[in-house]
Structure formats: structure tokens, C-alpha cells
């Protein structure tokens, strides 16, 4: 038999749920609410299809993409929201479900009966799969008709690594990657197909992804590539979504707002 959580531990599993939950309400109100197009789309990777969810900025003239990874319960509201976000500020977003044909039946994120059992599914799916379908998904994006060619990734927690391996195997192709709170490479290998700066976004109260970060930046710097990371201080691991519920920690709260401003004055480099 598993031994009981504690008061505060199952007091804590519960508050986070929520905040959570909150950040999830959150992104379905942005994206009942928002102005600007958004459609489902089918991308085709291999023998696979890849469900992805594109937002479109109300621009004139062709607008650099990026690839928003989802965190490790999948492809959420709240991710899609986050692709809204991107849209406002003047790209085109586009959020793949990496999930996509692992559900019971064939489905994704969406048609598994659980966040566990997404998370389950998450961390089965094959590394090389999960490149391929990003490959696909980069490609697709740059050659939409209203894209400047442009691509650049982010990803969050299990994406914000993903970002980190996607740059390394895109090379040159992406203009720009920007890990959040997502654990680093730990060989040269890891780094040395990188082609752009690698921006990184950290919690400081989160010392699993962090204790990374030292390894990774002497890695980065032995290869001559670029990595800035800006840790948040006070800040918790998934700031950017818990930051985003009205209820959640006041530290993730500022924390987020000063990631987005700081990724909006880099997304203007590209």
C-alpha cells in the first residue's frame, strides 16, 4: 500500500491543481474572447499526422512564426492561449500536439482520459519522433502564404527541453530558441548543431531545471554558441502558467510578466 501524503503535501497537490486548472480557464476564456484567427490543421509528418493549433497576428505584411512546445500534460488551453498571446504581439503561432495518434484510439492530448495519463504517454514518445514531427511542423509553418519564412521554437518544462534538442538537430533553419524552465543539454553533442542564440527563462525556486544551467552555459561557451539565461527569483517551476491564474503565487505572477516583456524585445530580432 503507498503511504498517505501529508496534510501539506495532498494541501499543496491541491492548490497547485487549481492554479493549474485557473490557468487553463484562463487560456479557454482568452481564445473564446480573441479577435484573431485561429484554426486546427493537419500536418503531415512522415506516415503520421501531426494536429497542431495555428494563430494568426492582425498584421500587414508576413510575419515571422514560432513553434510553441507544450508542457508534459500536452497540448492544453492553456498552451493554445499562449499561441493567442504570440498572435497579439504580431506572429504567427503554431502549437503542435506531440500526442497526436498516442491517445486510446488514435487521438491526442485531448482523448486521453487523464493528465497522468497524458504525462504516461508524454515521456513514451519516441525522441527521433518527436524531431521529425517539429521538422514537419517547422516546415509547414515557414511555407504559409501570409509567413516571412522565419521560424523560431519555445517550448515549456518537457517543451522547454524539446526546445533545446529541436535547435541542436534544426541548426541553422530556426531563428531563434527560447527554452522555458526546461532542463539543458549535458554533452557537446547537445550544443553543437546549435546555429542561434538560445534565450532561457528559469524560476529560481526550481533547482531541478536549474541545477542544469552551470553545464550547459560552459557547454554553450566551449562551442562558441550563445546562451543567456535570466533567472526569476522567487519564482516556481511553471511560472508562466501558474503567473498567469489570478490566484497564483505573487512571485510567478511578476516573474511572467517580466518573461513576456523580455521575449517580446527578443522576438523583435528576428
Known amino acids: 500500500m503507498k ?16 492554479i493549474a ?26 506516415d503520421r499526422t501531426v494536429h497542431a493549433y495555428l494563430a494568426f497576428p492582425e498584421v500587414k505584411g508576413k510575419a515571422a512564426a514560432v513553434i510553441v512546445i507544450h508542457e508534459n500534460r500536452g497540448l492544453t488551453d492553456w498552451v493554445r492561449g499562449v499561441a493567442d498571446q504570440l498572435a497579439a504581439a504580431g506572429y504567427i503561432a503554431i502549437a503542435p500536439d506531440l500526442l497526436s495518434g498516442t491517445a486510446p484510439g488514435g487521438g491526442k492530448t485531448s482523448d486521453y482520459p ?3 495519463a497524458a504525462r504516461e504517454g508524454i515521456y513514451k514518445l519516441p525522441p527521433d519522433q518527436v524531431l521529425a514531427d517539429l521538422d514537419a511542423v517547422a516546415d509547414y509553418v515557414a511555407a504559409l502564404p ?15 527541453a524539446a526546445t533545446w534538442r529541436f535547435a541542436d538537430h534544426r ?31 528559469y524560476g529560481g525556486n ?14 554553450a561557451k566551449a562551442a562558441g554558441k550563445t546562451f543567456e ?42
Open 206 to 219: 526550481d533547482e531541478r531545471v536549474n541545477a542544469t544551467i552551470p553545464k550547459s552555459t560552459e557547454l
Open 114 to 116: 487523464s493528465e497522468d
Open 3 to 18: 503511504p498517505a501524503l501529508s496534510a501539506f503535501a495532498t494541501f499543496t497537490f491541491a492548490l497547485f491543481t487549481a
Open 171 to 201: 541548426g541553422g533553419k530556426l531563428a531563434g530558441a527560447y527554452p522555458f524552465y526546461g532542463t539543458g543539454p549535458d554533452t557537446p553533442e547537445g550544443v553543437d548543431g546549435i546555429a542561434v542564440p538560445v534565450h532561457g527563462f
Open 146 to 160: 501570409a509567413a516571412s519564412g522565419k521560424v523560431a521554437v519555445a517550448g515549456f518544462c518537457w517543451g522547454g
Open 229 to 270: 539565461p535570466v533567472i526569476y527569483e522567487g519564482a516556481g517551476h511553471g511560472f508562466m502558467r501558474s503567473g498567469e491564474a489570478p490566484d497564483g503565487p505573487a512571485a510567478d505572477r511578476e516573474a511572467r510578466t517580466k518573461a513576456w516583456e523580455r521575449w517580446r524585445e527578443l522576438l523583435k530580432k528576428l
Open 21 to 46: 486548472c485557473d490557468a487553463d480557464e484562463n487560456g479557454k476564456s482568452r481564445l473564446e474572447t480573441s479577435p484573431r484567427h485561429h484554426e486546427w490543421v493537419a500536418v503531415k509528418a512522415g
